[in-house]
């Protein structure tokens, strides 16, 4: 078990461009989060999927926003026509259901997107 | 709405002191879990401690030890004899309900540990 991995760790865009973020959960774990986090301030939830439904969006998630869990194993969060304020770091984490009750969610160390 | 509070942007301790860092919280839920990470610069979120409303012990895991009182919507994080390792950003956040399906985070603390 090598935790959740994200990739890219870094990734530089221009302006209007489409990128696509992957997240590989932990393997047993039924539950996938999305999180933002920009400069200076906590990670702000985007959305979760348990198994391959997407249960909860925040309104944070524009319509230029899109993920998915096509077979409950991995995530893809794709961001169309980027714009500066995309520019952040994002977050994702997984659990059991169960678990995240009273332990929480495992983080990996997140994708940094800087918009240009 | 649920939020939490983080009042104290920077910190910084002399190594092997004591230090509180504190968090409040605002819920209407009767049932709710409070949770501290650790967040070192390489970025990812390192969950240190739990406390569910209902506990009546306040929560300890090692160094870290959670000072719950619920009446003051206060969830302080103790940490005792601080490391160099312990150099990071904290953040105190909270589950509403039972399900954990959205867990929400205050700004943080930057904590540095002098030697």
């Known amino acids: 078990d090598t935790g959740v991995s994200q990739d890219p760790r870094h990734k530089i865009t221009k302006r209007g461009q489409n990128v696509t973020f992957r997240c590989d959960p932990i393997?047993?774990?039924?539950?996938l989060y999305w999180y933002r986090q920009t400069l200076g301030q906590g990670p702000e939830f985007l959305t979760y999927?348990?198994?391959?439904?997407?249960?909860?969006k925040s309104r944070l998630l524009s319509d230029r926003f899109s993920a998915e869990r096509p077979k409950g194993s991995f995530s893809t969060l794709e961001i169309q026509r980027t714009e500066q304020g995309d520019s952040a770091m994002y977050l994702c984490?997984?659990?059991?259901?169960?678990?995240?009750?009273?332990?929480?969610?495992?983080f990996g160390s997140g994708t940094r997107l800087t918009v240009v | 709405a649920q939020k939490i509070t983080q009042t104290q942007p920077g910190m910084f301790v002399q190594e092997k002191e004591a230090v509180t860092l504190d968090c409040t919280y605002d819920?209407?839920?009767?049932?709710?879990?409070l949770f501290w990470y650790k967040q070192p610069s390489s970025g990812e979120m390192i969950f240190l401690i739990y406390?569910?409303?209902?506990?009546?012990q306040n929560a300890t895991e090692g160094r870290y030890s959670l000072n719950f009182q619920k009446a003051r919507k206060s969830a302080n994080l103790v940490i005792s004899a601080s490391q160099l390792g312990d150099s990071a950003m904290y953040f105190c956040?909270?589950?509403?309900?039972?399900?954990?399906?959205?867990?929400?985070f205050g700004s943080g603390t930057r904590l540095s540990i002098r030697p």
């Open positions: 819920t209407s839920d009767q049932s709710y879990g």
């Open positions: 393997s047993e774990h039924n539950r």
């Open positions: 406390q569910g409303s209902y506990d009546e």
């Open positions: 956040a909270m589950r509403e309900g039972r399900s954990a399906s959205k867990i929400i």
């Open positions: 984490a997984s659990s059991l259901a169960w678990q995240a009750t009273n332990y929480g969610y495992t």
């Open positions: 999927f348990q198994n391959e439904a997407q249960l909860e």
